[in-house]
Nanobody, 123 residues
Framework: QVQLVESGGGLVQAGGSLRLSCAAS????????MGWFRQAPGKERELVAS????????DYGVSVKGRFAISRDNAKNTVYLQMNSLKPEDTAVYYC????????????????WGQGTQVTVSS
C-alpha cells in the first residue's frame, strides 16, 4: 500500500507560479512511477505530468507543455510539480498518483491516489 499526501495548492493570479509537492510512504518510492493529474468541475481527470521511476520517461499534457515541470527526489520520497505561467484554465483539483510495475501516463493505470489539492488561478 502507498500513501500520498499533496501540498502546495492555493490561489494565485494568472501568470504566477506554484510548486506542488507529493510525499509518498508505504513502499519503496524509487520503484514507483509517479504522476500528476487534474480534474476541473464537469471535466474528466486528465494527465498533467508523469515521470518514470528512474526518471527516464516523462510525459506532459498538451496544455501544460513548456509551462509545467515534474521532478522527483527519491531520497525524500517526494515528487514535485513546478507550475509556471499559470492560466485561469489551470484551475482544478490536482492529484498525485503512483503505480507499481511498468510506466504509463494514463490515469486509469494508476493504483494509488492522494486526496487532491485545489489550485485556483484568478484572471
Amino acid at each position: 500500500q502507498v500513501q500520498l499526501v499533496e501540498s502546495g495548492g492555493g490561489l494565485v493570479q494568472a501568470g504566477g507560479s506554484l510548486r506542488l509537492s507529493c510525499a509518498a510512504s508505504g513502499r519503496t518510492f524509487s520503484s514507483l512511477q509517479m504522476g500528476w493529474f487534474r480534474q476541473a468541475p464537469g471535466k474528466e481527470r486528465e494527465l498533467v505530468a508523469s515521470l518514470s521511476s528512474n526518471g527516464g520517461f516523462r510525459d506532459y499534457g498538451v496544455s501544460v507543455k513548456g509551462r509545467f515541470a515534474i521532478s522527483r527526489d527519491n531520497a525524500k520520497n517526494t515528487v514535485y510539480l513546478q507550475m509556471n505561467s499559470l492560466k485561469p484554465e489551470d484551475t482544478a483539483v490536482y492529484y498525485c498518483a503512483a503505480r507499481s510495475g511498468v510506466y504509463y501516463a494514463n490515469p486509469l493505470m494508476y493504483e494509488y491516489w492522494g486526496q487532491g489539492t485545489q489550485v485556483t488561478v484568478s484572471s
